[in-house]
């Protein structure tokens, strides 16, 4: 089976070695051989797939210069709406939603030539970190069947971790990009807060949220965020910073960078195997002639409990929308108030009513100031923690998982165990910064570590420049 | 015991959620184990911190929020109305609200 890249699809394709339609072709073939085991796709956009590629090989034809993603086959996590291609979430409260209109990310992906293949699995509304919550059943790890790809973008990465798409998008709010990319042994990137659009993404926590690309090397990565990043004036909070060029960025030395490795990020709870690939990491990093420094995080510990608040309560108001009015599912009453209360408890999922449940008391009157106010304190003061870092160094690498791929249904008995999975990744979230995992190889030769490199707010191109070096000097297989 | 029985029942009808027996029950027991671990941030004295209200600095927004107030027509109507699960173009048609 080949592994396509963005370039190696561009120039099988201006060499016409290939059309854009037998290649979206190959990708169903295998989707369709593949995906039954894996449920790594909810729903294949065919129609709309050849519509692209018969555009791009019309291009092709004319002679006319390819754009930059050209018939390169895309997957799109189910929470990113999709117009005209059934978007659900993940759950049953938006099993037959379509769309009227797409994504400011999808629609930048097709304009620079795209092919988008279909929607990928993930947990519900993206709550969760195994994929274990979507209600269209789990995804597999591609790697290692018996475990779970990692979430709540879990589709989007065990479709490029299996070959399936070229690159996909994802989304993050407490690590749902990094994390699946970490157990899929893929890189995967999270852009800083305000840097890809979020108009078209359907919101779980507003503060938080942020769309992002997984691809097979750092270099695509980069090419997908370059098309992806960028003012949108129908989301308020995307800026106008200028996207500067990742691919050439990234290609600058690394010798001298100043790398800060902070201390907090290496205590209990870590996974021995992870560890030891970490540490092997951090040599490599000697190697390349990055200059370490041990920094410290004083408020890592508290970035868990303060995420729960935030994303539980930005959670319980952007979900109030489901209320059988407008979209999505509706249990009939003859009373408005029992038809809401109805159509809530039977269109959501446990997690989803979990944290609303959660979100709703940390907001409600008497608990307000001890919890979402105290966690926005905290939060300013995580911040606060990266701001000064990065007054000493360039980047911060972290593990980005304290643990591997673990087995289905090894944690969804304890909630709060599944939450503390994500002790590395929510720091960065809640920070606003940039983020990635990179492979950094694999514990026993079967289970994917990565290696997580956070840059200063709109500092992606070091983040990237680092992650290329890395995998370029033979990160992956640590 | 940080939140009781009836702290989630109260919070469900404030979220207008129907949760079954089973589902209080055991919401109540993990969400209070969520709330002890969420406590230790009171070890933190947090008096003269500001809360962090929006993620980015004034000077990456200040341009961007800003626009001039112009009407722009929305062309998807129809669409919008399809997805409705009791449309009545152009309405969303609900149970009755006033019972007299």
């Keep these: ?478 | 015991m940080k939140i009781s029985r009836e702290d989630v029942e109260r919070v469900a009808e404030l979220a207008y959620l129907d949760l079954t027996e089973a589902e209080l029950e055991s919401y109540r027991q993990q969400i209070d184990d969520i709330l002890e671990y969420i406590g230790k941030l009171d070890e933190l004295d947090t008096t003269n911190v500001a809360p962090m209200a929006q993620v980015l600095a004034d000077d990456q927004t200040a341009d961007a929020t800003l626009r001039e107030d112009v009407v722009v027509p929305c062309r998807v109507t129809p669409e919008i109305l399809e997805q409705a699960p009791d449309p009545e173009p152009p309405y969303f048609r609900v149970p009755k609200v006033i019972e007299r």
């Excluded at chain 1, 939603?97 to 993930?122: F, H, S």
């Excluded at chain 1, 270099?219 to 990742?246: E, F, H, M, Q």
């Excluded at chain 1, 200063?456 to 995998?471: D, R």
Aim: proline share 5%; net charge neutral.
């Design chain 1, 1 to 478: 089976m080949t592994t396509w890249t963005i370039d190696g699809v561009r120039e099988a394709l201006a060499a016409k070695k290939v059309s854009a339609r037998e290649l979206a072709a190959d990708f169903y073939k295998r989707i369709a051989e593949r995906n039954p085991a894996l449920n790594a796709y909810l729903m294949l956009s065919e129609e709309r797939a050849y519509a692209q590629a018969d555009r791009i090989d019309a291009l092709v034809a004319s002679g006319k210069p390819l754009p930059e993603l050209a018939g390169v086959p895309i997957a799109i996590k189910d929470v990113i709406s999709t117009k005209s291609v059934r978007t659900t979430c993940g759950s049953k409260i938006l099993e037959h939603y379509v769309p009227p209109y797409d994504a400011t990310a999808v629609e930048r992906l097709e304009a620079a030539g795209a092919v988008i293949l279909g929607k990928t699995n993930c947990d519900e509304f993206a709550m969760g970190s195994s994929n274990e919550n979507s209600a269209y059943g789990p995804v597999r790890n591609p790697e290692a069947t018996d475990r779970v790809p990692g979430g709540s973008s879990g589709g989007s990465a065990a479709a490029v971790a299996a070959g399936l798409a070229v690159a996909s998008l994802g989304t993050d709010t407490g690590g749902s990009i990094r994390q699946p990319g970490s157990f899929c042994g893929i890189p995967a990137m999270m852009g800083s807060y305000g840097r890809v659009s979020r108009y078209g993404l359907i919101a779980f926590a507003s503060s938080l949220d942020r769309i992002g690309p997984f691809a097979t090397n750092a270099r695509d990565v980069a090419a997908t965020l370059k098309v992806i990043a960028g003012r949108d004036s129908n989301d308020s909070t995307s800026t106008t910073a200028p996207v500067p060029d990742y691919v050439t960025a990234m290609e600058r030395p690394v010798k001298g960078m100043r790398v800060g490795i902070p201390k907090e990020y290496f205590g209990e709870g870590m996974d021995d195997g992870v560890r030891k690939k970490i540490e092997a990491g951090i040599e490599l990093l000697k190697k390349m002639g990055c200059q370490l420094q041990e920094i410290h995080m004083a408020h890592t510990d508290y970035a868990i409990a303060t995420y729960y608040i935030i994303a539980t309560a930005e959670a319980s108001s952007n979900l109030a929308r489901y209320d059988g009015v407008r979209y999505g599912l509706r249990v009939d009453d003859s009373s408005l108030l029992a038809m809401y209360c109805k159509t809530r408890g039977a269109g959501f999922g446990a997690e989803v009513k979990r944290r609303i449940v959660l979100g709703t008391y940390v907001l409600s009157a008497g608990y307000y100031d001890a919890y979402y106010l105290k966690g926005q304190k905290v939060r300013a003061l995580i911040a606060q923690d990266f701001r000064d870092a990065f007054t000493k160094v360039d980047v911060i690498v972290t593990p980005t998982s304290p643990v591997p791929a673990f087995k289905l249904g090894e944690r969804t008995a304890d909630p709060l165990q599944m939450y503390l999975a994500d002790i590395y990744t929510v720091t960065g979230s809640l920070a606003g910064v940039p983020g990635m995992s990179v492979p950094c190889g694999k514990i026993c030769g079967k289970l994917p570590v990565g290696l997580q490199i956070f840059g200063p707010a709109f500092g992606e191109a070091s983040v990237l420049q680092l992650a290329h070096a890395f995998e370029q000097a033979g990160g992956a297989s640590l």
